[in-house]
C-alpha cells in the first residue's frame, strides 16, 4: 500500500543570520530546534592561530589578540585575514629562525573594514581583470555551476573563464567539487555580485539570459537558466 503520512519523516537544514528574518520557526505548528552559531571567542581564536602556525599560544597571543579586534571574531573573516597577510608579507615563515614570523607594528595599522563583504569586496578588486570578470559572471548564476556549463558560458558569450576560475581556487575564493565550482561562502558571492555597478546589472542578466535561450533545443535547463536571468 502507499505511504501513510505518519510514516513519512522529512528532515530539513536552514540557516540565516540576526535580522535577515522576521522570526524564527513556529514550534507549535512544525518541531524544530534552533541551533545559535556564534562567532568565536578571543581564547578559541588564539588556539586556532597558534595550531595554524605550529608555535605556543604563549608566542602567538599577540598576533591572535590583534585578530580578534579586527575580526570580531568572524570565522570568515579571521581565514581571509590571515591569508591576506601572508600575501602581503606581513605573516612569513623565516627560514633562519624556522619557524612563522609576523611584522606586528605594521599588522596593527592596517585599516580594516569592519564589515566581511567590504573587506572581501576589496580582496577581489585587487585581482587580475579577468579573475574579477569571470567572478562577476559566476555570481550571477547563483552559488555554484559545474563544468559542463561553464564550457557552455564561454561558448555563448565569447569569453575565457577557465583562467579565472583556476585562480580564484588557487586563492580559497572558490572550491573545486568534483564537477562543481562553488564559492566557498555566499558573502564572497555576494561581494563578487557587489563588483558590478547597480545600474548595469539588469544589463549583465539580460545579455546572459539572452545568450543561452537559443540553446533550449539543446537542453531545457538552458531555457530555465535564461528565464531565471
Not at 12 to 34: A, H, Q, W
Not at 45 to 67: A, Q, W, Y
Not at 102 to 107: A, C
Not at 161 to 176: H, K, P, Q, S
Request: contains cysteine; glycine residues 6%.
Amino acid at each position: 500500500g502507499g505511504l501513510n503520512s505518519q510514516d513519512v519523516h522529512f528532515f530539513f537544514l536552514g540557516c540565516y543570520r540576526k535580522g535577515e528574518v522576521d522570526s524564527g520557526v513556529n514550534d507549535d505548528v512544525i518541531p524544530s530546534t534552533n541551533v545559535k552559531l556564534d562567532s568565536i571567542d578571543e581564547e578559541t581564536l588564539g588556539t586556532m592561530v597558534s595550531e595554524t602556525l605550529c608555535l605556543s599560544p604563549r608566542l602567538t597571543r599577540t598576533l591572535s589578540s590583534t585578530i580578534y579586534h579586527k575580526t570580531k571574531g568572524n570565522p570568515l573573516f579571521v581565514t581571509r585575514l590571515m591569508i591576506s597577510l601572508s600575501k602581503d608579507g606581513l605573516l612569513r615563515p623565516s627560514l633562519r629562525r624556522q619557524r612563522w614570523e609576523w611584522d606586528e607594528e605594521k599588522i596593527l595599522c592596517q585599516k580594516l573594514s569592519d564589515d566581511v563583504a567590504e573587506f572581501l569586496l576589496h580582496t577581489i578588486l585587487a585581482l587580475p581583470i579577468d579573475v574579477k570578470s569571470t567572478l562577476s559572471t559566476l555570481s550571477c548564476f547563483g552559488s555554484s555551476v559545474n563544468s559542463a556549463f561553464v564550457k557552455t558560458l564561454e561558448r555563448v558569450l565569447d569569453k575565457n573563464l577557465r583562467g579565472g576560475i583556476e585562480t580564484a581556487v588557487a586563492e580559497g575564493l572558490l572550491d573545486e567539487i568534483d564537477d562543481q565550482y562553488r564559492f566557498s561562502h555566499d558573502r564572497i558571492q555576494e561581494a563578487a555580485y557587489n563588483m558590478i555597478a547597480y545600474l548595469d546589472r539588469c544589463h549583465f542578466h539580460f545579455s546572459h539570459g539572452m545568450a543561452l535561450a537559443p540553446l533550449h533545443d539543446e537542453e531545457d535547463g538552458f531555457l530555465f537558466t535564461a528565464v531565471s536571468q
